[in-house]
């Protein structure tokens, strides 16, 4: 009996220790230097998506902020936005936009990208980014819901009225 046991926390063991030594592509898991390749910036980011059409269409956005929530925001038919939220992606929550109208809205494109190098402990948060661009002539409400991942539950929300003349 006693070698049994022994066996079996021998076996458990081995298993534990060959699924950690599992070679992984990302440095920051591996444990080899990473080198930061890009700027990193602090505060709101001002990157845009990597397609080059897309810079040109947005390069003249306005952010929506925290302060934007208060009041409507206008803008004409063509404006772009960017709506910037803090996300963690090592908690089960993502950010969702939800649009009142689409005809008048419309998201463009999302992104994620870290806050950071990229060898920074495991849990820091960087920016979920949302673009989206001013259609026709109208009003439209923009939710953003930070949701858990597999339901509709959510614990923050921030929503921006647009009024596009």
């Known amino acids: 009996m006693k070698r049994g046991y ?4 021998a076996m458990a063991l081995l298993i534990l220790l060959t699924g950690c ?3 992984s592509d990302d440095p920051a898991v591996s444990g080899e230097p990473v080198v930061a390749t890009e700027e990193i910036s602090v505060g709101l980011p001002t990157d845009f998506p990597s397609d080059e059409l897309l810079n040109d269409k947005l390069k003249d956005m306005i952010a929506l902020s925290d302060s934007s929530q208060a009041d409507p925001n206008t803008v004409k038919v063509g404006q772009a936005m960017r ?6 992606p090592s908690i089960p929550y993502r950010w969702k936009a939800y649009l009142s109208d689409e005809k008048v809205v419309a998201i463009v494109d999302d992104e994620y990208k870290t806050s950071h ?3 920074m402990p495991g849990g820091s948060y ?3 980014h949302f673009y989206l661009e001013a259609l026709a ?5 923009i939710e ?3 949701e ?3 339901d509709d539950e959510y614990f923050e929300t921030y929503t921006y009225v647009v009024i596009v003349e």
């Open 126 to 128: 960087g920016y979920h």
């Open 148 to 150: 858990h991942v597999g």
């Open 6 to 9: 022994i066996l079996t926390i």
């Open 144 to 146: 953003m819901r930070n």
């Open 21 to 23: 030594a599992a070679k």
């Open 83 to 88: 709506v910037s939220l803090h996300e963690n």
């Open 117 to 119: 190098a990229s060898d």
């Open 137 to 141: 002539v109208g009003e439209c409400r």
